[in-house]
């Protein structure tokens, strides 16, 4: 349907003197123009500056800081005159939503030895769960390698059984640097960066009660090596929504400094140092030589952590039981074990603020009665960093709004940014992911296209929608947790980016005029669906 656009219809009331015409209302294309315009890189800019500040202490779930942009996001809903629907303990409604989250996390973790104490993230880390929940001794045993080959057995003659076995990363070299296991250039699976788990299998099968594996890196190596994969050992501080069990052996696997690894076996660090070039430069098994004793405490503990969604919600008029869901996350990773702090202003600032522009933009419109057909609510969830946990809350255990009225979710995550894939293309900041918006509904697809033709005329690039895809990004942000309950969705991603989940995502790195045309384009296809005539058709279902 074409609409006569403003400028326009000033012509015609100039040529025929009708001048009743002012009186009606603006046409829908006119208004939506209108509206679009307040959504401005300057405001987006104004808001992720606060955001995504240091005082945010970077977002973490359950944190002060995370606690600190609810409050920061339900004002501006507040100022903006959104309603807030959820009900609170006292009765009264509010715009947070509070629930808990199950944590299990380190306790006590620590080993010592040679009279001293080793420290988490600093002298070692851990593969994989373990529980040891009261100190323990052991012997300690060196093995090598650790390896159990045709070639090599380092395990000849060695009753490691009930004991913590010492072992190298790595394995032995030619004098051409290749594989002395596999005799080729090409490293063995004893050698491969995965290789800690076919040595653990074989401690294991010889009856070790704890893996000790030594780093051959030196010690500025080593810190980098804690520094890069503290983000990875997080994953052993789980959250979810319910409490529960977790499975866990008694065997742990230590990765170590080359000085833990001497105290370990009660040497002195340069003895050591020098026993292990010895074995790497002439290939001079010292296996069973060097014992001494280790204790070990490994404990998992339980902590609930409360937290909470932010919403703001805006009631239509004529279809105001039907309701578009505008979202994006706000949390992020929080502090790194060295103290930097990770800002999140890609991740997601940039996607919280868009949310924030287009509540405003709404509001604005209803203000002056111009206010959608279809109700809005402005959703901004926490947890997604720990799997998507706020969005789950919502969709499957406390849906404020009822999902069968729920008629999409508009989700923002990671704009504002190019990505890798796109910094050298001409113009390159012009383009958008656009993923899910064909996988429900045909409808969504068509007026995300149209919208995009009639106004913001970006490059939609949809390479993460196709399904496959590796990155299997239309399952990773918090769409999919409306997406499985048969809710069109579209999600909108400019793509990862070398700052991803690093304390260098910072505000000054955003280009906030992509970051406005996407936020706009967002704009146009929420007030497109908040306004046709008919409910969007779920008649697909595409993976």
């Not at 296991?181 to 290789?195: A, Q, T």
Request: glycine share 8%.
């Amino acid at each position: 349907m074409h609409f006569i656009r403003a400028g326009r219809l000033t012509g015609l009331l100039t040529l025929t003197g009708h001048l009743l015409l002012a009186q009606a209302p603006a046409p829908v294309s006119s208004a939506a123009t209108t509206y679009a315009q307040t959504v401005s890189a300057a405001d987006l800019e104004k808001h992720l500056r606060i955001l995504a500040a240091d005082d945010m202490e970077g977002r973490e779930t359950g944190t002060r800081g995370q606690k600190k942009a609810a409050a920061y996001i339900a004002s501006q809903f507040a100022q903006f005159g959104l309603k807030p629907i959820v009900k609170q303990a006292d009765g009264s409604m509010g715009y947070l939503q509070p629930f808990t989250l199950y944590k299990k996390t380190w306790g006590d973790l620590n080993v010592k030895a040679d009279g001293k104490s080793f420290t988490y993230l600093t002298d070692f880390l851990v593969n994989g769960l373990f529980s040891v929940p009261t100190e323990t001794n052991y012997e300690t045993v060196f093995v090598n390698y650790g390896i159990v080959d045709d070639k090599f057995n380092d395990y000849v003659n060695l009753d490691v059984k009930g004991k913590a076995v010492v072992m190298l990363d790595g394995e032995p070299k030619n004098a051409d640097g290749g594989s002395a296991v596999s005799g080729g250039k090409e490293p063995s699976k004893w050698g491969k960066p995965d290789s800690w788990r076919a040595k653990v299998t074989a401690a294991k099968d010889k009856g070790a009660a704890q893996v000790f594996i030594v780093s051959m890196e030196d010690a500025a190596g080593f810190k980098r090596l804690m520094s890069e994969r503290a983000a990875l050992q997080q994953r052993f501080n789980r959250l979810g929504l319910k409490p529960g069990a977790e499975n866990t052996g008694s065997v742990g696997t230590f990765v170590v400094s080359t000085d833990m690894g001497a105290a370990l076996l009660g040497q002195k660090p340069d003895k050591f140092r020098k026993g292990l070039e010895q074995i790497t430069r002439m290939g001079t098994s010292t296996v069973g030589k060097f014992a001494g004793k280790a204790s070990v405490k490994a404990e998992r503990k339980d902590e609930n952590v409360q937290t909470e969604n932010v919403m703001g919600y805006l009631e239509g008029t004529d279809k105001k039981d039907e309701v578009l869901i505008v979202s994006g996350h706000y949390d992020h990773i929080g502090i790194s074990p060295d103290g930097q702090i990770n800002n999140g202003a890609n991740d997601d600032g940039s996607g919280t603020v868009s949310v924030l522009e287009l509540a405003q933009a709404f509001s604005q419109a209803k203000a002056e009665g111009k206010g959608p057909r279809r109700s809005v609510l402005f959703l901004t969830v926490v947890g997604e960093e720990k799997g998507l946990l706020g969005s789950e809350y919502y969709a499957d255990f406390s849906p404020v709004l009822p999902l069968e009225n729920t008629v999409a979710d508009l989700n923002i995550d990671m704009v504002g940014r190019v990505d890798d894939l796109h910094k050298n293309k001409q113009p390159n900041d012009n383009y958008i992911y656009v993923i899910g918006s064909d996988k429900l509904s045909s409808d969504l697809h068509k007026i995300s296209e149209a919208q995009n033709a009639e106004h913001t005329k970006m490059e939609l690039d949809y390479k993460y929608n196709d399904p496959q895809d590796p990155e299997r990004i239309y399952y990773r942000s918090d769409h999919y947790n409306f997406a499985k309950h048969k809710i069109p969705i579209i999600f909108y991603f400019n793509g990862l980016h070398a700052d991803y989940h690093r304390p260098t995502d910072d505000v000054d790195k955003i280009d906030f005029k992509l970051a406005e045309k996407t936020a706009r384009l967002v704009f146009y296809t929420a007030w497109e669906i908040a306004n046709r005539d008919e409910r969007l058709k779920v008649d697909s279902n595409k993976p």
